[in-house]
């Protein structure tokens, strides 16, 4: 049994699945990989384009539906992934950006040129605006191959770590290799999710990832990672 904090399946909102028909198929994926707690984080992007609340909440209901009729055994929960602006705090602050699964924890993407500076920033800025952050597949950020780095934004903004599953499923090149055995024997990564877009090469594979991570970590890092470390948002 698997939690996924950052996957796109609410259909028609965001670069993920496009209609209905695309979601029912990628939430009987997710299920087919034991996921059982799903939060849904659609992109917004605050201040850049509008976000489709009101089609975002049918949709959701809409999946709920579709699990009940469907017999999956799965939760489903709101949430979003949001990009970090100018207006992210504020977007937070007044309800337009949604907190994973309700709870004080906010998944944060950036930009992939955004440097360290801003990345603090960030971190300090949702921290004061009452909320904990969650820095979304840090994998992509090149400022972030230095690990100090990593373990400053915990120590420092109290910062959570996710990762991608493709990060240990499609490992690939020597430099990548090496940051993923320091930062797993640091011990700096919080959660790993899916992602999943219902697009080539973005197909949930949790089931995968985990059993890399058992075979390589064991079971108690695999199930912190996929599991365990995700019920302090769920339970918050
Ligand atoms: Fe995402």
Redesign the pocket.
Known sequence: MFTDM???FIYGVDDGCADQDAMLRLLFNLEANRITNLVS?S?ITPGLNPFPMDAYCRHFEEAQALIRREGLHMQIYTGH?ILYTDLTPRYLREGKALTLAGSEFALI?FMPTENYERLCEAAQKVRNAGYRPVF??IERYACLSDLRRVEELKDRYGVRIQVNCSLFVHRQGFLRRRWIKSIMKSGLIDYVST?T?DMPGREPAMGQCYDILLKEYGEDTARALTNDNAQEILEA
């Open positions: 950052h996957n796109h984080t992109h992934e993407e979304a597949h992602d877009h």
